[in-house]
């Protein structure tokens, strides 16, 4: 009887053992890993819609270009991250291929924990959303759940002239889906979702429309890759709901997704020397190659368009052409198409047409397949920024080009 027992007690303490085994190996421990002198690049993608109070006012897609360098991965499991991020919305017409303008740019420093968790100046305007993900620091399970508080800071300087960030607060929920193979990579599916509710009553006497409350949610999906310690992509809903001290309403909504990439590192001197040796064989007039800032710059010298227009003439279409067999071997690298004029007409005039010229260009290595649109932004600066003296015409010709700049940072 005892040795029944005895080996009763045996079963099940090994059938438990198992189970023990089983939930351990089922079990995931998530965290960023982070690696000094890591370099990538965000792309974001906001489909949003309009509203003051209650009546729709217009569609908007907006790309947000986040570039971020891991600094100094630190002994805890943090790290310091140097980031730089740039809003741009589409100004094309109604009907036509978005183009995103190169808008305005912030550069943010924090330190991020291993779990997710901001140590950030209280002035920065970026990130967004803070604290999102935010691990538990502990094995989970499919179906298991956990929460955490995060903040979103809004830059409301120019709708309502508040001249630091505006925070709001919120709970986080998450759930851990399970896995899903995309690509060739294991990804793990996490999901989260907040509400917002805040409210900042206006000071006595204040005079200024201001916000009040703040409503809204947030429903995202996490795609995040376990072994690189990194998050591969995301999906969003949202809903943001303004309520202001004048008896407005704004709303926005719609949705956002986001793919992150290692971006390609341009080493700048063998990049820029094959990129000078890849004109000179092809044979490309008028263009020249140099390291900048941002990127390598391909300058089209010269570049020809149809009289006092933005329509590119045959030659110059032959010549992208040329131009997008070379960039085609940087298809992680986002482009800056940028126009210039030489000193004529009005300021306004020629700044209208460098955008127009910009846009041209980036129109066209899109239908040859260079880049999605929004990897494609445009900035204009008239006659701004020029590179030979606008006295002869020799200068001028110098000053009409388009620079295409591959982007690195």
């Known amino acids: 009887m005892y040795n029944s027992v005895y080996k ?5 303490t090994a059938v438990i053992a198992a189970m023990f085994s089983l939930n351990v190996l089922n079990s995931e421990n998530f965290e960023f890993k982070y690696k000094t002198g890591n370099t990538y690049r965000i792309l ?33 499991g943090s790290a ?13 017409p109604e009907g036509q291929a978005p183009r995103f303008i190169w808008g305005e740019e912030y550069e943010s420093f924090f330190n991020r924990s291993k ?16 604290d999102v993900p935010l691990f538990p620091g502990k094995d989970v399970k499919v179906g298991d759940t956990w929460t955490a508080s995060g903040e979103e800071a809004h830059d409301l300087r120019l709708n309502f002239g508040i001249q630091k960030p505006f925070k709001v607060p919120f709970t986080a929920s998450y759930t851990y889906k399970g896995t899903e193979t995309q690509n060739g990579k294991t990804l793990h599916i996490i999901s989260v979702q907040y509400n917002l509710f805040f409210e900042t009553p206006a000071p006595a006497g204040n005079k200024k429309n201001v916000p009040v409350t703040t409503m809204g949610y947030s429903d995202q999906t996490l795609y995040w890759d376990n072994e690189r310690g ?9 809903r943001i709901i303004i309520e202001t001290s004048s008896g407005d309403k704004l709303e926005f909504k719609g949705t956002a997704q986001a793919q992150v990439n290692e971006l390609q590192s341009l080493s700048r001197t063998g990049t820029l020397e094959r990129v000078r040796k890849q004109i000179k064989e092809m044979g490309i007039e008028n263009t020249t190659a140099q390291a900048q800032d941002k990127g390598i710059t391909i300058s089209l010298e010269n570049i020809q368009f149809e009289a006092e227009s933005a329509f590119l003439t045959e030659a110059e279409l032959r010549k992208l052409r040329k131009i997008a067999e070379i960039l085609k071997d940087f ?9 210039h004029t030489a000193l004529a007409g009005t300021a306004a005039g020629r700044q209208k047409l460098s955008e127009q010229r910009a846009s041209a260009v980036a129109d066209y290595l899109a239908e040859l397949g260079v880049k999605r649109h929004e990897q494609l932004f445009t900035k ?19 000053n009409r080009r388009v620079e295409i700049t591959i982007l690195d940072k």
């Open 44 to 76: 974001s993608t906001v489909n949003e819609e309009v509203f003051v109070n209650g009546a729709k006012r217009f569609d908007s897609i907006i790309v947000n270009r986040i570039s971020v360098v891991e600094k100094k991965a630190l002994s805890d």
């Open 230 to 238: 990194f998050l591969d992509h995301y999906h969003e809903r949202f």
């Open 115 to 130: 779990l997710g968790a901001y140590t950030i100046d209280e002035s920065a305007f970026m990130p967004v959303v803070r």
């Open 80 to 92: 310091d991250i140097e980031a730089r991020f740039m809003t741009s919305e589409n100004s094309a």
């Open 8 to 12: 009763s007690i045996k079963y099940f």
């Open 331 to 339: 298809p992680d690298n986002d482009l800056l198409i940028s126009g």
């Open 380 to 398: 204009g600066f008239g006659a701004q920024v020029p590179i030979a003296p606008n006295t002869t015409e020799a200068g001028k010709a110098r």
